[in-house]
Structure formats: C-alpha cells, structure tokens
C-alpha cells in the first residue's frame, strides 16, 4: 500500500480506470472513466448502464464517488483482476422485493441512490478487501463472508458484519 503526500500527488493526474463484470449479465467493460481531471461523461453512462437494476433493466446516475471508491480499493489490494459485482443500483421496487426475502436489505439502502456496490475482487480474499475498504475512510463497509460479497457505499463511514 502507498500512502503519502508524495504518492497523492503523482497519482492526482492519472487517469482512473475500472475493469468490472457484471455476475448477473454477463457484460463486462474495462474503462477509462476520469481523465485530465475530470470524469468522462459516456464512460459514467456506460458504467450507469453496467450497474443498473438488472432486474428491472432500470439505471440511475451512479455516484462518481463510488466509483473513485472501487478503483481505490481495487489498487489497494493491488489485484491483477478486475471487480465482480453483484449488485449496483436497485430501484426502490426491487429493493422492497429483496427485503421481504432477506432482512439484512437495508430499507433506505445507498444501492437505491446509486451510492453503494457488493463486489467480489477474483484472487483476494473478501477479508483482505474488507480490511482495503475499510483503511480507505470513505464510506461504509459491509462484511458478507457467507453469501461471497463485500458491500461498499460512499455514505457515512461504518463498518459491520452481516
């Protein structure tokens, strides 16, 4: 891990790039999505399309902080792959839905504000992510060892255990 004043600010400029798959599509994109300081406005809309509600095939405006976030933690732990998601956006439907299933769905969820991401990074265990995410100070941090996930939000800064 690199920390630092000198590291931030040789990696302030560089472009930000992500490479995730979608478990429940299929699809995958590796992309630039912020370059020369600012973020590209068809790569945003490509990962919005990407982290829709796949069940509802609804997108919303993904919160270009979330995806600072994932490309933090994904160079924190220095992976040689790209991200699994497994759930993105929700519409406030599906959210209902997956609550009368499973109680641990949050009924005010980040997922609904595009806010929030349950991933998987390939070669590194969730416990070494967790840890990742949660030395990043920049949001909450779910712990899902036994459904294979961990959840990251750009809320408030928590961590917990479900």
């Known amino acids: 891990m690199k920390t630092g004043g000198l590291y931030a600010a040789t990696t302030a400029n560089r472009d930000r790039r992500l490479a995730i798959k979608n478990m429940h599509?299929?699809?995958y994109l590796d992309e630039v999505?912020?370059?020369g300081g600012d973020y590209l406005p068809?790569?945003?809309?490509?990962?919005?399309?990407?982290?829709?509600?796949?069940?509802r095939d609804?997108?919303?405006?993904?919160?270009p902080a979330l995806l600072d976030l994932?490309?933090?933690?994904?160079?924190?732990?220095?992976?040689?792959?790209g991200?699994?998601?497994y759930s993105g956006?929700?519409?406030?439907?599906?959210?209902?839905?997956?609550?009368?299933?499973?109680?641990?769905?949050?009924?005010?969820?980040?997922?609904?504000?595009?806010?929030?991401a349950d991933i998987r990074i390939p070669g590194v265990s969730l416990e070494a992510t967790r840890k990742a995410a949660i030395a990043l100070g920049r949001g909450g941090v779910g712990y899902y060892a036994k459904s294979g996930f961990i959840h990251v939000d750009t809320g408030w800064v928590r961590h917990w255990c479900g």
């Open 70 to 81: 994932l490309n933090a933690v994904h160079r924190h732990v220095d992976a040689p792959f």
């Open 42 to 55: 068809e790569a945003a809309g490509a990962f919005n399309h990407l982290m829709r509600d796949h069940r």
């Open 89 to 116: 956006y929700r519409s406030p439907e599906t959210n209902r839905e997956l609550r009368k299933h499973n109680k641990g769905v949050a009924k005010k969820s980040y997922h609904m504000r595009g806010m929030a």
């Open 58 to 63: 609804e997108t919303c405006t993904m919160d």
């Open 33 to 35: 999505y912020w370059h």
């Open 25 to 27: 599509t299929g699809e």
């Open 83 to 85: 991200i699994e998601l």
